[in-house]
T-cell receptor, first 113, second 110 residues
Framework: EAGVTQFPSHSVIEKGQTVTLRCDPI?????LYWYRRVMGKEIKFLLH????????ESGMPNNRFLAERTGGTYSTLKVQPAELEDSGVYFC???????????FGSGTRLTVV | QQQVKQSPQSLIVQKGGISIINCAYE??????FPWYQQFPGKGPALLIA?????SEKKEGRFTISFNKSAKQFSLHIMDSQPGDSATYFC?????????FGTGTSLTVIP
């Protein structure tokens, strides 16, 4: 089966600009998660979708971050306006409803300059 | 507050040696403890996982040791190989979000 696909793989933007990250989960995986790793730190939870509904968005840093999951398929994470501290690697992961096991994408490395 | 603490930050091991990475947690409600392996440019991949009702799980050269009373768990890589060089993350969950450690960069020297 195809894995979790994320793009772009890298993005360099200036402070104040907008960036949209996309994640295509594995087909049939109703759970979709966004995580972020800031350099040298732990991978931190951002939010969790079950199908198209936000199940938990307690990890979203602030209202500059907006996540959507259209029709329960792919998801986007928009950062607007971007700040320097938003730099990091953003991971998407998906899983079936009946399993704890995640499959991660390769991540998007976001650099805000 | 970090829910899962991982050590060491980096580890260098000779080929054929044993690599040991340790993690500790506080939340006794955690009921699933996976280890993830990440190679450069790739996402973390599930390596092995354990539930708290067992003290050890072995899959090939990889073993998780789990100490419920001490709230600690560790990954042991036996006969370490250069191909094992990667970043390893421990994690814990109650079923929703995962809480990850800060990662251990393992280098296996030929």
């Amino acid at each position: 089966e195809a894995g979790v696909t994320q793009f772009p793989s890298h993005s360099v933007i200036e402070k104040g600009q907008t960036v949209t990250l996309r994640c295509d989960p594995i087909s049939g995986h109703d759970n979709l998660y966004w995580y972020r790793r800031v350099m040298g730190k732990e991978i931190k939870f951002l939010l969790h979708f079950v199908k198209e509904s936000k199940q938990d968005e307690s990890g979203m840093p602030n209202n500059r971050f907006l996540a959507e999951r259209t029709g329960g398929t792919y998801s986007t994470l928009k950062v607007q306006p971007a700040e320097l501290e938003d730099s990091g690697v953003y991971f998407c992961a998906s899983s079936r409803l009946d399993t704890y096991g995640y499959t991660f994408g390769s991540g998007t490395r976001l650099t805000v300059v | 507050q970090q829910q899962v603490k991982q050590s060491p930050q980096s580890l260098i091991v000779q080929k054929g040696g044993i690599s040991i990475i340790n993690c500790a947690y506080e939340n006794t409600a955690f009921d699933y403890f996976p280890w993830y392996q990440q190679f450069p440019g790739k996402g973390p991949a599930l390596l092995i996982a354990i539930r708290p009702d067992v003290s050890e799980k072995k899959e090939g050269r990889f073993t998780i040791s789990f100490n419920k009373s001490a709230k600690q768990f560790s990954l042991h890589i036996m006969d370490s190989q250069p191909g094992d060089s990667a970043t390893y993350f421990c994690a814990a969950t109650t079923g929703n979000q995962f809480y990850f450690g800060t990662g251990t960069s393992l280098t296996v020297i030929p």
